[in-house]
Protein backbone atom coordinates (compact mmCIF):
# COMPACT_ATOMS: atom_id res chain seq x y z
CA UNK A 1 0.00 0.00 0.00
CA UNK A 2 3.07 2.51 1.17
CA UNK A 3 3.61 2.61 -3.12
CA UNK A 4 0.44 3.89 -3.73
CA UNK A 5 -0.90 7.37 -3.59
CA UNK A 6 -3.63 8.81 -2.06
CA UNK A 7 -5.77 12.53 -2.34
CA UNK A 8 -4.59 14.69 0.76
CA UNK A 9 -4.55 18.93 1.19
CA UNK A 10 -1.24 19.89 1.94
CA UNK A 11 0.10 22.88 2.93
CA UNK A 12 2.98 23.85 1.28
CA UNK A 13 3.72 27.33 2.58
CA UNK A 14 1.77 29.87 4.22
CA UNK A 15 -1.80 30.52 3.24
CA UNK A 16 -0.50 27.81 0.53
CA UNK A 17 -3.37 24.74 0.23
CA UNK A 18 -2.88 22.07 -2.17
CA UNK A 19 -5.29 19.66 -2.99
CA UNK A 20 -2.83 17.25 -4.42
CA UNK A 21 -1.66 13.67 -4.76
CA UNK A 22 0.77 12.37 -2.26
CA UNK A 23 2.16 8.51 -1.26
CA UNK A 24 0.13 6.49 1.32
CA UNK A 25 1.97 6.46 4.28
CA UNK A 26 4.24 3.22 5.66
CA UNK A 27 3.59 2.58 9.44
CA UNK A 28 6.19 2.14 11.70
CA UNK A 29 6.41 -0.98 14.06
CA UNK A 30 3.89 0.26 16.79
CA UNK A 31 1.66 2.35 13.94
CA UNK A 32 -1.58 1.53 12.19
CA UNK A 33 -2.44 2.90 8.75
CA UNK A 34 -6.45 3.91 8.74
CA UNK A 35 -8.47 5.20 6.00
CA UNK A 36 -9.95 8.45 7.17
CA UNK A 37 -13.56 9.01 6.84
CA UNK A 38 -14.31 11.73 9.00
CA UNK A 39 -11.94 14.64 9.92
CA UNK A 40 -13.34 18.00 11.35
CA UNK A 41 -11.89 21.84 10.82
CA UNK A 42 -9.95 22.52 13.97
CA UNK A 43 -9.99 26.47 15.69
CA UNK A 44 -6.18 26.26 15.05
CA UNK A 45 -5.87 24.89 11.54
CA UNK A 46 -6.65 28.40 10.28
CA UNK A 47 -4.35 29.71 12.67
CA UNK A 48 -1.23 27.39 11.36
CA UNK A 49 -2.30 27.76 7.53
CA UNK A 50 -2.16 31.65 8.39
CA UNK A 51 1.71 31.35 10.08
CA UNK A 52 0.33 32.37 13.60
CA UNK A 53 2.73 29.87 14.69
CA UNK A 54 5.05 29.52 12.56
CA UNK A 55 8.49 27.76 13.63
CA UNK A 56 6.71 25.37 15.91
CA UNK A 57 3.13 24.63 13.80
CA UNK A 58 4.44 23.43 11.01
CA UNK A 59 8.28 23.53 11.75
CA UNK A 60 8.55 23.04 8.47
CA UNK A 61 6.44 22.84 5.11
CA UNK A 62 5.27 20.62 3.39
CA UNK A 63 2.67 19.48 5.38
CA UNK A 64 -0.50 17.88 6.01
CA UNK A 65 -3.05 19.35 8.78
CA UNK A 66 -6.01 17.98 10.27
CA UNK A 67 -5.94 15.87 13.92
CA UNK A 68 -9.64 15.94 14.70
CA UNK A 69 -10.91 12.55 13.05
CA UNK A 70 -11.84 9.09 12.99
CA UNK A 71 -11.60 6.32 10.29
CA UNK A 72 -11.27 2.32 10.03
CA UNK A 73 -7.35 0.49 10.05
CA UNK A 74 -6.29 -1.26 6.80
CA UNK A 75 -3.15 -1.76 7.91
CA UNK A 76 -1.35 -2.86 11.12
CA UNK A 77 2.75 -2.09 11.64
CA UNK A 78 4.89 -5.33 12.48
CA UNK A 79 3.47 -5.24 16.86
CA UNK A 80 0.54 -3.26 16.33
CA UNK A 81 -1.07 -6.29 16.45
CA UNK A 82 0.27 -7.53 19.77
CA UNK A 83 -1.26 -4.25 21.19
CA UNK A 84 -4.44 -6.01 20.40
CA UNK A 85 -5.29 -3.93 17.16
CA UNK A 86 -6.63 -5.38 14.00
CA UNK A 87 -7.77 -4.55 9.98
CA UNK A 88 -11.17 -2.89 10.08
CA UNK A 89 -11.47 -1.76 13.47
CA UNK A 90 -13.08 1.82 14.19
CA UNK A 91 -10.88 4.68 15.92
CA UNK A 92 -10.99 7.94 16.45
CA UNK A 93 -7.69 9.58 17.45
CA UNK A 94 -6.50 12.44 19.07
CA UNK A 95 -3.05 14.68 17.90
CA UNK A 96 -0.22 14.37 20.67
CA UNK A 97 2.04 11.07 20.93
CA UNK A 98 4.86 11.45 23.83
CA UNK A 99 8.18 9.90 24.04
CA UNK A 100 7.36 7.68 26.06
CA UNK A 101 10.13 8.15 28.29
CA UNK A 102 10.76 11.45 29.68
CA UNK A 103 9.56 12.16 33.65
CA UNK A 104 6.57 14.63 32.16
CA UNK A 105 5.37 11.20 30.26
CA UNK A 106 5.91 9.03 33.39
CA UNK A 107 3.55 11.15 35.16
CA UNK A 108 0.34 10.65 32.52
CA UNK A 109 1.04 14.00 31.05
CA UNK A 110 2.58 13.31 27.50
CA UNK A 111 1.15 17.21 26.43
CA UNK A 112 3.82 18.34 28.32
CA UNK A 113 6.48 15.97 27.09
CA UNK A 114 10.11 16.91 27.35
CA UNK A 115 11.23 16.10 24.22
CA UNK A 116 8.41 17.63 22.52
CA UNK A 117 9.16 18.09 18.85
CA UNK A 118 11.66 15.48 18.80
CA UNK A 119 10.31 13.10 16.23
CA UNK A 120 13.79 10.97 16.31
CA UNK A 121 12.57 10.27 19.82
CA UNK A 122 9.27 9.18 19.18
CA UNK A 123 7.06 12.08 20.18
CA UNK A 124 4.68 13.42 17.81
CA UNK A 125 2.23 15.58 17.34
CA UNK A 126 -0.25 15.35 14.25
CA UNK A 127 -1.63 17.77 12.37
CA UNK A 128 0.70 20.25 13.91
CA UNK A 129 4.22 19.21 13.36
CA UNK A 130 3.71 15.40 12.19
CA UNK A 131 1.43 14.70 9.09
CA UNK A 132 -1.77 14.69 9.83
CA UNK A 133 -5.41 13.39 8.64
CA UNK A 134 -6.30 16.08 5.87
CA UNK A 135 -6.08 12.98 3.11
CA UNK A 136 -7.45 9.92 2.57
CA UNK A 137 -5.03 7.60 4.71
CA UNK A 138 -3.48 8.49 7.84
CA UNK A 139 -0.57 7.04 9.75
CA UNK A 140 -0.87 6.73 13.77
CA UNK A 141 0.49 5.66 16.78
CA UNK A 142 -1.27 2.82 18.32
CA UNK A 143 -1.06 5.43 21.85
CA UNK A 144 -3.34 7.67 19.66
CA UNK A 145 -6.25 6.19 18.75
CA UNK A 146 -9.10 4.77 20.61
CA UNK A 147 -12.10 2.14 19.39
CA UNK A 148 -14.92 3.49 18.99
CA UNK A 149 -18.54 1.92 19.33
CA UNK A 150 -20.14 0.58 16.26
CA UNK A 151 -23.67 2.99 17.23
CA UNK A 152 -21.09 6.33 16.84
CA UNK A 153 -20.61 7.08 13.75
CA UNK A 154 -17.54 8.43 11.73
CA UNK A 155 -18.50 12.48 12.15
CA UNK A 156 -19.36 12.15 15.71
CA UNK A 157 -16.28 10.09 16.53
CA UNK A 158 -13.88 12.72 14.79
CA UNK A 159 -15.53 15.06 17.62
CA UNK A 160 -14.00 13.22 20.46
CA UNK A 161 -10.67 15.06 20.61
CA UNK A 162 -12.55 18.21 20.96
CA UNK A 163 -14.43 16.84 23.29
CA UNK A 164 -11.87 15.03 25.56
CA UNK A 165 -9.99 18.73 25.20
CA UNK A 166 -13.32 19.93 27.10
CA UNK A 167 -13.30 17.11 29.25
CA UNK A 168 -9.35 17.30 30.63
CA UNK A 169 -10.31 21.13 31.45
CA UNK A 170 -13.57 20.34 33.43
CA UNK A 171 -11.65 17.74 35.11
CA UNK A 172 -8.94 20.23 35.71
CA UNK A 173 -11.69 22.70 37.77
CA UNK A 174 -11.88 20.29 40.32
CA UNK A 175 -15.53 20.35 39.58
CA UNK A 176 -18.29 18.48 42.38
CA UNK A 177 -21.45 17.72 42.26
CA UNK A 178 -23.60 20.92 42.93
CA UNK A 179 -20.99 23.19 41.65
CA UNK A 180 -22.45 26.30 39.36
CA UNK A 181 -20.48 26.57 36.79
CA UNK A 182 -19.66 29.73 34.56
CA UNK A 183 -18.68 28.24 30.79
CA UNK A 184 -17.43 31.81 28.91
CA UNK A 185 -17.48 31.38 25.69
CA UNK A 186 -20.53 29.40 23.28
CA UNK A 187 -17.92 28.39 20.40
CA UNK A 188 -17.99 24.17 20.37
CA UNK A 189 -15.21 23.58 23.18
CA UNK A 190 -17.57 25.75 25.21
CA UNK A 191 -20.56 23.92 23.54
CA UNK A 192 -18.56 20.93 24.73
CA UNK A 193 -18.38 21.79 27.91
CA UNK A 194 -21.82 22.26 29.09
CA UNK A 195 -21.80 17.94 28.22
CA UNK A 196 -18.73 17.31 30.34
CA UNK A 197 -19.65 19.77 33.17
CA UNK A 198 -23.43 17.63 32.93
CA UNK A 199 -22.03 14.23 32.69
CA UNK A 200 -20.06 15.37 36.26
CA UNK A 201 -22.49 16.72 38.19
CA UNK A 202 -23.04 20.66 37.96
CA UNK A 203 -25.53 22.46 39.39
CA UNK A 204 -26.42 25.55 37.81
CA UNK A 205 -24.73 25.92 34.45
CA UNK A 206 -24.37 29.44 32.58
CA UNK A 207 -22.97 30.11 29.54
CA UNK A 208 -21.31 33.28 27.92
CA UNK A 209 -21.95 34.00 24.12
CA UNK A 210 -24.00 35.78 21.71
CA UNK A 211 -26.62 34.66 18.51
CA UNK A 212 -27.39 31.23 17.35
CA UNK A 213 -24.38 29.67 19.55
CA UNK A 214 -25.95 31.05 22.62
CA UNK A 215 -28.98 29.78 21.12
CA UNK A 216 -27.32 26.42 21.06
CA UNK A 217 -25.77 26.51 24.61
CA UNK A 218 -29.74 27.38 25.49
CA UNK A 219 -31.13 24.10 24.18
CA UNK A 220 -28.38 22.15 25.86
CA UNK A 221 -29.37 23.51 28.76
CA UNK A 222 -27.16 26.22 30.03
CA UNK A 223 -28.48 29.79 30.85
CA UNK A 224 -27.18 32.13 28.58
CA UNK A 225 -26.39 35.50 29.09
CA UNK A 226 -25.05 37.50 25.99
CA UNK A 227 -21.82 39.28 26.43
CA UNK A 228 -22.92 41.73 23.63
CA UNK A 229 -25.88 42.94 25.97
CA UNK A 230 -25.36 41.89 29.58
CA UNK A 231 -22.45 42.38 32.15
CA UNK A 232 -21.26 38.96 32.73
CA UNK A 233 -20.12 39.17 36.08
CA UNK A 234 -23.05 40.74 37.11
CA UNK A 235 -25.65 38.60 35.30
CA UNK A 236 -23.38 35.65 37.36
CA UNK A 237 -23.34 37.05 40.55
CA UNK A 238 -27.09 37.68 40.10
CA UNK A 239 -27.83 34.58 38.91
CA UNK A 240 -25.62 33.06 42.38
CA UNK A 241 -27.36 35.10 44.92
CA UNK A 242 -23.76 37.78 44.68
CA UNK A 243 -21.13 33.82 45.50
CA UNK A 244 -20.33 33.97 41.68
CA UNK A 245 -19.39 30.87 39.92
CA UNK A 246 -17.69 28.29 41.62
CA UNK A 247 -15.92 27.05 38.67
CA UNK A 248 -15.60 28.95 35.35
CA UNK A 249 -14.06 27.34 32.35
CA UNK A 250 -12.99 29.67 30.00
CA UNK A 251 -12.56 29.02 26.30
CA UNK A 252 -13.55 32.78 25.43
CA UNK A 253 -9.58 33.45 24.35
CA UNK A 254 -10.30 37.11 24.70
CA UNK A 255 -8.48 39.72 26.71
CA UNK A 256 -12.77 40.57 27.79
CA UNK A 257 -13.17 37.27 28.04
CA UNK A 258 -10.51 36.52 30.16
CA UNK A 259 -11.12 39.55 32.40
CA UNK A 260 -15.43 38.59 32.70
CA UNK A 261 -13.40 34.89 34.06
CA UNK A 262 -12.23 36.64 36.67
CA UNK A 263 -14.57 39.40 37.85
CA UNK A 264 -17.25 36.14 37.75
CA UNK A 265 -15.15 33.57 39.89
CA UNK A 266 -16.54 33.21 43.07
CA UNK A 267 -14.27 33.06 46.39
CA UNK A 268 -12.53 29.92 46.94
CA UNK A 269 -13.16 29.19 43.22
CA UNK A 270 -11.06 27.84 39.68
CA UNK A 271 -10.78 29.47 36.49
CA UNK A 272 -9.83 26.73 34.14
CA UNK A 273 -8.29 27.61 30.99
CA UNK A 274 -7.81 26.35 27.30
CA UNK A 275 -7.79 28.98 25.17
CA UNK A 276 -5.05 30.66 23.70
CA UNK A 277 -4.99 34.65 23.40
CA UNK A 278 -3.18 36.32 20.31
CA UNK A 279 -1.20 37.84 23.56
CA UNK A 280 -0.80 37.62 27.20
CA UNK A 281 -3.57 39.71 28.71
CA UNK A 282 -3.69 41.40 32.21
CA UNK A 283 -5.52 39.73 35.18
CA UNK A 284 -6.40 40.45 38.34
CA UNK A 285 -3.76 39.28 40.15
CA UNK A 286 -4.70 40.97 43.67
CA UNK A 287 -7.94 39.22 43.82
CA UNK A 288 -6.78 36.07 42.26
CA UNK A 289 -4.51 35.90 45.52
CA UNK A 290 -6.89 37.69 48.26
CA UNK A 291 -9.85 35.42 47.12
CA UNK A 292 -7.82 32.07 46.44
CA UNK A 293 -8.83 31.65 42.84
CA UNK A 294 -6.88 28.92 41.59
CA UNK A 295 -6.28 29.50 38.01
CA UNK A 296 -5.76 25.97 35.54
CA UNK A 297 -4.34 25.97 32.01
CA UNK A 298 -4.73 23.02 30.15
CA UNK A 299 -2.70 21.54 27.22
CA UNK A 300 -5.00 19.37 25.20
CA UNK A 301 -6.43 15.90 26.32
CA UNK A 302 -3.83 13.69 28.43
CA UNK A 303 -5.46 10.29 29.00
CA UNK A 304 -9.21 11.85 28.45
CA UNK A 305 -10.25 10.44 25.15
CA UNK A 306 -11.32 6.96 26.39
CA UNK A 307 -13.16 8.59 29.08
CA UNK A 308 -15.14 10.90 26.61
CA UNK A 309 -15.96 8.38 24.25
CA UNK A 310 -19.13 7.52 26.64
CA UNK A 311 -19.98 10.77 27.68
CA UNK A 312 -20.15 11.18 23.27
CA UNK A 313 -21.93 8.47 23.60
CA UNK A 314 -24.83 10.05 26.08
CA UNK A 315 -24.95 13.24 24.23
CA UNK A 316 -24.78 11.51 20.90
CA UNK A 317 -27.74 13.76 19.94
CA UNK A 318 -26.42 17.22 20.77
CA UNK A 319 -23.01 16.44 19.26
CA UNK A 320 -24.76 15.19 15.85
CA UNK A 321 -26.30 19.03 16.34
CA UNK A 322 -22.99 20.42 16.48
CA UNK A 323 -21.86 19.28 13.11
CA UNK A 324 -23.37 22.00 11.06
CA UNK A 325 -21.66 21.17 7.75
CA UNK A 326 -20.18 18.25 5.61
CA UNK A 327 -17.63 18.27 2.52
CA UNK A 328 -15.37 15.98 0.55
CA UNK A 329 -12.15 17.19 1.43
CA UNK A 330 -11.73 18.45 -2.60
CA UNK A 331 -14.00 21.32 -1.42
CA UNK A 332 -11.70 22.69 1.35
CA UNK A 333 -12.24 26.37 0.29
CA UNK A 334 -15.69 26.39 0.45
CA UNK A 335 -15.58 24.92 4.15
CA UNK A 336 -12.97 26.89 5.36
CA UNK A 337 -14.72 29.95 3.64
CA UNK A 338 -17.64 28.95 5.87
CA UNK A 339 -16.04 27.95 8.78
CA UNK A 340 -13.30 30.80 9.52
CA UNK A 341 -16.28 33.31 8.71
CA UNK A 342 -18.79 31.27 10.92
CA UNK A 343 -21.24 31.82 8.10
CA UNK A 344 -24.48 29.94 7.96
CA UNK A 345 -24.53 29.43 11.55
CA UNK A 346 -21.60 26.78 10.86
CA UNK A 347 -20.34 24.94 14.36
CA UNK A 348 -17.97 22.46 13.95
CA UNK A 349 -17.47 21.56 9.82
CA UNK A 350 -16.59 18.14 9.01
CA UNK A 351 -14.17 17.13 5.50
CA UNK A 352 -14.88 13.75 4.36
CA UNK A 353 -11.98 12.79 2.36
CA UNK A 354 -13.24 9.32 0.74
CA UNK A 355 -15.83 11.32 -1.06
Not at 57 to 74: A, D, N
Given at each position: ?????????????VNDLEYCQVP?????????????????ICGTDPHIIN??????????????????????????????????????????????????????????????????????????????????????????????????????????????DPLSIALHMV?????????????????????????????????????????????????????????????????????????????????????????????????????????????????????????????????????????????????????????????????????????????????????????
Amino acid sequence: MSEKMMNALRLNAVNDLEYCQVPIPAPGPSEVICRVESVSICGTDPHIINGDFRGMWPKEFPIILGHEWSGVIVELGEKAGDFGWKAGDRVCALSHVGCGQCKMCLEGRYTLCLNYGKSELGHRQYGHYSQGAYAQYMCASVKAIEKIPDEMDFNVASCMDPLSIALHMVMRSGIKPGDSVLINGAGAQGLMSILCVKSMGAGLIMISGSGTRLEAAKKMGAVPIDYRKEDVAARVKELTNGLGAKRVIECSGTEVGIRQACDAVGKGGCISMVSLPKEDVKIPIRKIVLDEIDLVGNRANPNTLAKSIPIGMNFIKEIRALITHEFPLSKYEEAFDIFNGRKDNSLKVVLKPQL
